[in-house]
């Protein structure tokens, strides 16, 4: 007689049926990345330059060209069977090219919050942007080494490193997304689909939710490559990237801007290019 399977046993098989799963999808996010590129040249809002705005352009330009290491990376890490080093290459370029995006997102994002607090430093942004690429060059100088050809394996400190930096960014997520609920309450905005409501909420969503799942990789105590919170936490982060970008405009303007009409919906605004 076939024994019955322990309920236990029919919960792993579906965690691990999500796993690879949500393993598939984040390997398949770069297709999102170029859909975005197509539509933001088809939308007229591909151009990026040194203005706070605009760095989230930037941030989507540099996840494709990491996302194309990546599939280069697999489709010729045959031709050095053996030693990991070659495929450690690929890495190390990936990790510059992630570096930049999260470097110019989360200045993005600090940008936001700055003007979603009416505040008129310029100096927060950029802070952000350095200390991001600050954590990423100390992350690679400790956990890529070329020594050896077959153990390229990164030291246990990392973890360390890594669980640090989900702290600091859960926190700086967490502070926009209150900006953006203290900014929703104060305004007593009349009506819900007014392009101020809009905006704030969808940055309360994004680093709500940016946010929350730091805190969970935190408490999961900086899980592995392929396992379920790093899946979930790279694919929001592409979404939300996109979802940024998608709505960079409107929210610059209406954060940023002040109408010159009374007219119901978009208006006239002064936009403010910082």
């Not at 352009?57 to 050095?80: E, H, K, N």
């Not at 999260?102 to 802070?127: C, E």
């Not at 009409?261 to 936009?271: A, L, N």
Request: aromatic content about 10%; hydrophobic content about 45%.
């Amino acid at each position: 007689m076939q024994p019955v399977p322990s309920m236990l046993s029919n919960q792993r098989q579906l965690d691990t049926g999500l796993v690879r799963t949500l393993a598939a999808l984040n390997y398949s996010m770069g297709t999102v990345s170029v859909a975005t590129i197509i539509f933001m040249v088809h939308a007229g809002i591909y151009s990026a330059d040194e203005r706070r705005k605009t760095w989230i352009r930037w941030a989507v330009y540099a996840d494709f060209m990491a996302f194309f290491i990546v599939y280069l990376g697999d489709m010729v890490q045959d031709s050095y069977p053996g030693d990991c080093r070659f495929m450690l290459k690929f890495a190390a370029s990936m990790t510059v090219l992630r570096a930049l995006r999260d470097a110019f997102k989360l200045g993005y994002v600090v940008h936001l919050g700055m003007n979603i607090h009416q505040s008129k430093r310029t100096w927060p942004p950029v802070w952000m942007l350095g200390i991001t690429l600050v954590w990423y060059i100390v992350r690679m100088s400790v956990g890529l080494h070329f020594d050896s050809p077959t153990n390229c394996a990164a030291p246990e400190s990392l973890k360390y490193i890594r669980l640090a930096w989900y702290g600091f960014r859960g926190l700086v997520e967490l502070l926009i997304a209150t900006l953006a609920a203290l900014r929703l309450i104060k305004s007593h905005i009349p009506h819900q689909t007014s392009p101020l409501t809009k905006s704030l909420t969808n940055i309360l969503a994004i680093c709500l939710v940016s946010g929350g799942i730091d805190i969970w990789m935190i408490v999961n105590g900086d899980p592995s490559d392929g396992s379920l919170v790093i899946s979930i936490e790279r694919i929001v982060g592409v979404l939300t990237l996109q979802i940024l970008v998608l709505n960079s405009d409107r929210d610059d303007m209406v954060l940023n801007g002040k109408r010159r009409s009374s007219d119901s919906g978009y208006s006239e605004f002064d936009m403010d290019d910082r």
